[in-house]
T-cell receptor, first 109, second 117 residues
Framework: SQKIEQNSEALNIQEGKTATLTCNYT??????LQWYRQDPGRGPVFLLL?????KEKRKERLKVTFDTTLKQSLFHITASQPADSATYLC????????FGRGTSLIVHP | NAGVMQNPRHLVRRRGQEARLRCSPM?????VYWYRQLPEEGLKFMVY????????ESGMPKERFSAEFPKEGPSILRIQQVVRGDSAAYFC???????????????FGPGTRLTVT
């Protein structure tokens, strides 16, 4: 069955550093991969979408890579800030994306 | 441009009652999705609707749950005879219609937190 893996342990980093989150998947060949941010008690917020023929996508301090051979996506936040602290979800698929459980990021001042 | 709206934000029901959750998609969006999220778990897809049509309900429990998206008005997720296990956050998301039939990002509402006592 399809499986999406995101690190269940929180990632703690110092302000100003680059945060890197990983999304691995198996038994799946998605044409699209998306990243969302979710704050406690709120709905997810769309951040970036990358297509299978794109290796990398950037938006301001965010960068996403998509390696269909490794079946992995990396999500980077450069110059991280305490306000970036949240849970980050990856989602794979077409019309009905499948969401991972998310990784919590904590940026310490 | 208002975002996706959901109401109520919090809903408390006793076992056996009915719960009705409403979702108004973003203006111009014709696709609506419902998800359920339990603490420490990921978003679980329930149902995908377009106006007056259920496109995919593969994530919906076979009994007690139903959804609709009428021509006029919000989408409704209805849970009959609620049980404690239905307690969760229910999120609605919408996406625009895409003529090429490709996937689009989804825009989520704030969710409805259902508590069954």
């Amino acid at each position: 069955s399809q499986k999406i893996e995101q690190n269940s342990e929180a990632l703690n980093i110092q302000e100003g550093k680059t945060a890197t989150l990983t999304c691995n998947y198996t038994n799946y060949s998605p044409a699209y991969l998306q990243w969302y941010r979710q704050d406690p008690g709120r709905g997810p917020v769309f951040l970036l979408l990358i297509r299978e023929n794109e290796k990398e996508k950037r938006k301001e301090r965010l960068k996403v890579t998509f390696d269909t051979t490794l079946k992995q996506s990396l999500f980077h936040i450069t110059a991280s800030q305490p306000a970036d602290s949240a849970t980050y979800l990856c989602a794979l698929g077409g019309y009905i994306p499948t969401f991972g459980r998310g990784t919590s990021l904590i940026v310490h001042p | 441009n208002a975002g996706v709206m959901q109401n109520p934000r919090h809903l408390v029901r006793r076992r056996g009652q009915e719960a009705r959750l409403r979702c108004s998609p973003m203006k111009g969006h014709s696709h609506v999705y419902w998800y359920r999220q339990l603490p420490e778990e990921g978003l679980k897809f329930m149902v995908y609707l377009q106006k007056e049509n259920i496109i995919d309900e593969s994530g919906m429990p076979k009994e007690r749950f139903s959804a609709e998206f009428p021509k006029e008005g919000p989408s409704i997720l209805r849970i009959q005879q609620v049980v404690r296990g239905d307690s969760a956050a229910y999120f609605c998301a919408s996406s625009p219609e895409d003529r090429e039939g490709t996937s689009y990002e989804q825009y989520f509402g704030p969710g409805t937190r259902l508590t069954v006592t």
